[in-house]
């Protein structure tokens, strides 16, 4: 599900992301794919809307580098909109398939999620973490590294892309870690498709690399995916 909560929350002014993949019901409910050429480059500013295939072509492929990379240079979980409720809360209301109740300072109780990596539902949002599906780690080594420390936070806390952060169980995501698609992928089966275009897009949208075991990785994905369609629009 989609809320417009998550569109307000970012200091900039924010385009949508969607990643819509090959198995049906696993996306959000309100996900609206942007209309767009698809020849569209993502670096042009504008929508591009790609088959799998053609989407993982789009990726730089260059060697990664983790020297230097901290945590912490990422800055986690802010309350832009001032709202009370920082981002790990906001994708919680953003994807609830049964809203939690809401109370003072954005405590939240109750509810209900679908975890799509291991296709569980999830009613105690304590047992989630708020994945960012291109792990920092991964985007550090991708080209975050080169950015100012403004940009990382609003990397972190990506509102603007529905599908940049997802909430998930916590083993699946502790098991996941920094990993990429060549060591790591999740294990529900119907989730395959959907993870990769979620990968892709987030790459896409913030112009982060990948190196040539992760294409490999994403390509034989792919093979089975044949209607999975990769929407994203280049962060501000």
């Known amino acids: 599900m989609f809320s417009v909560r998550r569109l307000t929350a970012l200091v900039c002014p924010l385009l949508v992301l969607s990643a819509v993949a090959c198995t049906p019901g696993v996306s959000h409910e309100d996900a609206k794919p942007a209309s767009a050429d698809p020849?569209?480059?993502?670096?042009?500013?504008?929508?591009?809307?790609l088959r799998l295939t053609d989407a993982i072509g789009r990726l730089n492929v260059s060697r990664e580098a983790r020297a230097g990379y901290e945590r912490d240079k990422f800055r986690l979980w802010t309350d832009a909109d001032h709202d009370g409720c920082d981002t790990r809360k906001e994708v919680l209301l953003a994807e609830a398939v049964k809203k939690p109740r809401q109370g003072k300072n954005c405590k939240l109780t109750g509810g209900s999620w679908r975890s799509y990596y291991d296709d569980k539902t999830v009613t105690d949002a304590r047992k989630l973490d708020i994945d960012h599906v291109v792990p920092l780690a991964e985007a550090w080594d991708s080209g975050a590294s080169k950015w100012t420390?403004?940009?990382?936070?609003?990397?972190?806390?990506?509102?603007?892309?529905?599908?940049?952060?997802?909430?998930?169980s916590l083993g699946p995501n502790r098991t996941k870690g920094d990993k990429d698609p060549a060591e790591w992928m999740p294990p529900a089966k119907d989730a395959t498709c959907t993870y990769a275009t979620d990968w892709v897009a987030a790459k896409l949208r913030w112009q982060l690399t990948a190196d040539r075991a992760e294409v490999k990785a994403l390509r034989t994905v792919a093979t089975g995916c044949r209607d999975a369609t990769v929407t994203f629009t280049p962060a501000p």
């Open 39 to 49: 020849s569209s480059s993502p670096s042009g500013g504008k929508n591009g809307s």
């Open 149 to 168: 420390p403004e940009r990382r936070e609003q990397y972190a806390n990506d509102l603007g892309a529905e599908r940049s952060l997802v909430a998930v």
